[in-house]
């Protein structure tokens, strides 16, 4: 009778556990996106190892607008390079250097980078995250999703999968807060 006791109270304590990583997604090492906030769909690569997400971004610029900071940018895609997007700024990120990115006479082992707020879909999850904003041109995903954005679209990745949530089905509307020019 003590063992069934102990038994009981064991999966009573590991059962809030077990709820929270069933309510989890699974999604694979790459998958499909769609930010709302510029009307665009692509391939995001999933990285557990990078903090914050990154957008490949290009002639991005600071500027105020009624008093409050924005920043206006073009996509660095092949497919959507002329339309410049305005978004408030959030924040200025501090992203730490790699060792081949780093100038010794600059004496700095961070680069500052624009934050912005958007709406990102996966699946059939809708979450808004922080994202910088950076040319990933180079890189063959335009977009990284980092562990800060998986962790608010409840993501768990299984680095064998690729593409398994599929195309995103999230209901964006009255979502998107981006001004395009």
């Known amino acids: 009778m003590r063992f069934n006791i102990f038994a009981l109270l064991t999966c009573l304590i590991l059962l809030p556990t077990m709820t929270t990583a069933s309510e989890k997604n699974i999604y694979g090492l790459n998958e499909h996106v769609y930010i709302a906030d510029i009307d665009m769909h692509m391939s995001a690569k999933l990285d557990t190892g990078a903090k914050t997400a990154s957008l490949s971004a290009r002639d991005i610029e600071r500027f105020k607008r009624d008093g409050k900071s924005w920043v206006r940018f073009y996509l660095a895609l092949d497919e959507a390079h002329e339309k410049a997007f305005e978004l408030p700024l959030a924040r200025i990120s501090r992203i730490k250097r790699r060792s081949g990115d780093y100038d010794p006479e600059e004496d700095k082992s961070y680069t500052p980078r624009p934050v912005v707020k958007m709406s990102v879909c996966m699946g059939k ?4 995250i922080e994202v910088n904003l950076t040319d990933r041109s ?4 335009p977009f990284l999703l980092g562990s800060n954005a998986l962790k608010k679209l409840g993501a768990l990745v299984d680095p064998s999968l690729k593409y398994s949530a599929g195309q995103p089905e999230c209901n964006t509307e009255k979502t998107t807060t981006a001004f395009a020019e």
């Open 125 to 128: 999850t809708l979450r808004s």
């Open 138 to 141: 180079t890189f063959q995903y």
